[in-house]
């Protein structure tokens, strides 16, 4: 099945820095890679999401690439703000059927300080 | 758009009983809604896939007769984990598939069994 490693587990960055994770994923048929984020004790929410026909999608201070051919997504956040903080979380999913399955990485738990 | 509900957020039960969690997509349909389980600074662990008219799929390891899943109509999923002991005690979200592969997620219910 597929695999999905994520890096780095912690980050900190100053307000107004850039944030990046960066994701890897195992197998060549997954086409769809979200990313969310998770405060504590709530939900996870959909931030961005790109698709396999896609290198860079941007909204926003928020960015997304994929690189196919290596396998890896990365997640990039500008101009940091606290309300950034949260723990991130990459998916990737392969197509089947009625409804595509998410494998998640290990999240990211993201700080921004003053 | 891509609202969907959890209920009940929090509860405790006695070891032994069973527990309800209703998962509802307010404002779409959505065939598909998936349950998983997550454990304290953890990734989210995917239990089941539930589908509207049809048993659910189990993941490797997830009892079925356990995590009892019902997926009666296009908006409404439920859960019930029955003869829950301390073990099962954990947080609990869904989710609910919209179009292809976009995953929107409830509030999550956290349980406590004493």
């Known amino acids: 099945g597929e695999n999905v490693e994520q890096h780095p587990s912690t980050l900190s960055v100053q307000e107004g820095d850039s944030a990046v994770i960066k994701c890897t994923y195992s197998?060549?048929?997954?086409?769809?890679f979200p990313w969310y984020k998770q405060e504590l004790g709530k939900r996870p929410q959909l931030i961005i999401d790109?698709?396999?026909?896609?290198g860079e999608k941007k909204d926003q201070r928020i960015a997304v690439t994929l690189n196919k051919t290596a396998k890896h997504f990365s997640l990039h956040i500008t101009e940091t703000q606290p309300e950034d903080s949260a723990v991130y979380f990459c998916?990737?999913?392969?197509?089947?059927?009625?409804?595509?399955?998410?494998?998640f990485g290990t999240g990211t738990r993201l700080q921004v300080t003053l | 758009g891509a609202v969907v509900s959890q209920h009940p957020s929090r509860v405790i039960c006695k070891s032994g009983t069973s527990v309800k969690i209703e998962c509802r997509s307010l404002?779409?349909?959505?065939?598909?809604m998936f349950w998983y389980r997550q454990f304290p600074k953890q990734s989210l662990m995917l239990m089941a896939t539930?589908?509207?008219?049809?048993?659910?799929?189990?993941e490797q390891g997830v009892e079925k007769d356990k995590f009892l899943i019902n997926h009666a109509s296009l908006t409404l999923s439920t859960l019930t984990v029955t003869s829950a002991h301390p073990e099962d005690s954990s947080f609990y979200i869904c989710?609910?598939?919209?179009?292809?592969?976009?995953?929107?997620f409830g509030p999550g219910t956290r349980l406590t069994v004493t």
């Open positions: 197998d060549s048929a997954s086409n769809y």
């Open positions: 539930s589908n509207e008219g049809s048993k659910a799929t189990y």
């Open positions: 790109i698709r396999s026909n896609v």
């Open positions: 404002d779409f349909q959505a065939t598909t």
């Open positions: 989710s609910a598939v919209r179009g292809l592969d976009e995953q929107y």
């Open positions: 998916a990737a999913s392969i197509p089947a059927g009625t409804a595509s399955k998410l494998t």
